[in-house]
């Protein structure tokens, strides 16, 4: 008996080395490496150890500042609104009587599933000075001279948050909606009882009961946002200036498109995995569970 338990044992133990294996050696490996990298400077295969030079070197960096203010500002505003609006809709979607939820269900989650290149390049043709967004405008006289959405560092800021909200606004909605669906709905029946609207259930009792996968949210779409690479690369190029670049940009141009520095471009992705860190632990200190 003890035999077959320790066979057993044994075998589970050999299926959890493989994946084990393969993460360590794909993932913390790289990030092993990468942090050793940001303690030094060159290019190709020469190397010098220059310590903590590039890590004072992030403080002094305009160009690093920049795409931090932008990335931190996406985070600021297009979080919480995808958050809320994600939230509103699974609401509105988790009514059993509702016609033709099936179909809503899948519109709102279908840009999730859309290709970040493409959908990025259909934003930037209906936001183009010829777009179609310029021209529904005109024709409601709302303006008289086209907008250069693309041009301006304002708009295109609005333009890459508009972007990343159509589009994941969806994902976050899944996993409240499914949540939703798993509340014992005799609480809602009660509370209607009790006279408590619509709006107060939502506030009072389906928030609380979500808050987990509000913080699971949290931290995913604050992770995420941090890390934007796709749609201002795609819809911007960064532009105009670096009014709309971000940290994981800028890392793409330290290593492909500036003359190359692995070295400092390691440390700038280590500044993100600093950020996302710190937010993850204020986010879990403030929304998790006091114990």
């Not at 077959?4 to 589970?12: P, Q």
């Not at 493989?18 to 794909?26: E, R, S």
């Amino acid at each position: 008996m003890k035999s077959k338990w320790k066979n057993a044992s044994l075998t589970g133990w050999l299926f959890v080395a493989v994946p084990a294996g393969l993460i360590l050696l794909f993932s913390f490996y790289p990030m092993y490496q990468s942090l050793l990298l940001s303690f030094q400077s060159g290019k190709g295969s020469v190397y010098n150890y220059v310590g903590f030079n590039n890590y004072v070197r992030l403080f002094s960096d305009p160009i690093f500042k920049q795409a931090t203010f932008n990335t931190l500002l996406y985070l600021a505003i297009q979080v919480p609104i995808m958050l809320i609006l994600g939230l509103v809709i699974a609401n509105l979607l988790n009514k059993p009587n509702l016609r033709f939820k099936g179909f809503y269900r899948t519109a709102i989650f279908l840009p999730c599933v859309t290709s970040l290149v493409s959908y990025s390049i259909l934003f930037k043709s209906i936001f183009a000075v010829d777009g179609i967004v310029n021209q529904l405008l005109m024709k409601m006289n709302m303006i008289d001279v086209p907008i250069a959405w693309l041009l301006d560092p304002v708009w295109s800021r609005v333009v890459i948050i508009v972007a990343i909200t159509w589009r994941w606004t969806g994902y976050n909605m899944i996993f409240y909606l499914s949540a939703m669906q798993n509340i014992d709905p005799s609480i809602y029946e009660a509370a209607s009882i009790d006279g408590a609207s619509k709006t107060r259930q939502l506030f009072t009792m389906t928030v609380p009961l979500l808050k987990p996968i509000i913080l699971l949210t949290m931290i995913t779409s604050t992770s995420s946002t941090l890390q934007l690479f796709d749609e201002v690369v795609n819809i911007t190029a960064g532009g105009p200036g670096n009014a709309t670049m971000t940290i994981s940009q800028y890392i793409y141009n330290l290593s492909f498109m500036y003359t190359p520095n692995f070295g400092y471009a390691a440390t700038v992705s280590y500044a993100i995995v600093f950020m996302v860190a710190v937010l993850a632990f204020i986010q879990m200190k403030v929304a998790g569970d006091k114990k």
